[in-house]
């Protein structure tokens, strides 16, 4: 039989990793802010590189300087296009803190959609529902989502949510469409439904949650590459094991970062820049921006226009 002693050391020691290893979640990692750099072969074959800033799941709150102070410093990229897939608050005052941290961002071009931490506040909630992907959804307070949605366009950023845009940035021909937050059942893809433009150099869709049946359809209508967040890269991750949950329908292989949806569109999922402050902590698993330099597909992996339309097969490359 083990000795008592010993059992009671180990479970002290147990006892102060664990906190050695809260601590580091909620005080460090979800501070330290990092930027991926990813390259997307998605253009047509004579399209110009265009240089694509993704920012998800800042969930703002107005006392957050260094977050603050880190997306400001954003603009230095000078990206072509500015993405951002939703949840941006956190606070019902925070559409200032919001609009001020993304500063000269505001001034590129633009495009966004919104999650449902834009229209609700965070609630606490039981982390065991995030196992369950049909759990109840509870909401929180009603959020300024309008009043942020006013500032984004004002400045010139487009809002996609269920409508389809064509626009042209840096000479790169761009088709964009999206829908409102799947994880909600806000979506309604038929408003936007339909073979996007074949003589666009890229086919752009937005949401907020990448939702499998939102992907799909998209991948039915021609799109050569979806942007989303929600995930937060699973905010929780082990070694060895990468993400336990990704609260939505999508398979933890695909949480963070490129991947590539049936055999011709591209999926970009951002880990997201914070975290709701009901769970302040970061585990493997930085909050982050994601700098996409998007270069043109081989000819041979084109869609052509014959393609469009046709059923896509689910593919984990």
Known sequence: MPDVPILRRAAIGAAGAAVLGLGYATLVERNAFALREVTLPVLAPDASTLRVLHLSDIH??????????WLRELDRLEPDLVINTGDNLAHPKAVPAVVQALG?????????????????????KNPLKYFDRDHERVHGAPLPWSDLRAAFSERGWLDVTHVRRELEIAGVRISAAGVDDPHIDRDRYDTVAGPANPAADLRLGLTHSPEPRVLDRFAD???????????????????LVGALVTNCGLDRSRVKGPS?????????????????????ARFWCRPEATLLTLVPAPREQVRSAADVGTRSTFSPH
């Open 60 to 69: 703002m709150t107005p006392g957050q300087r260094l977050k603050q102070n």
């Open 104 to 124: 000269g961002l505001l001034a590129r071009p633009g495009l966004f959609v919104f999650g449902s931490n834009d229209y609700f506040g965070p609630r606490v």
């Open 221 to 239: 209508d021609g799109y050569d590459l979806v942007m989303a967040g929600h995930t937060h890269g699973g905010q929780l991750c082990l070694p």
């Open 260 to 280: 590539r949806w049936g055999s011709h569109m591209r999926l970009h999922v951002s880990a997201g820049i914070g975290t709701s402050p009901t769970a302040p």
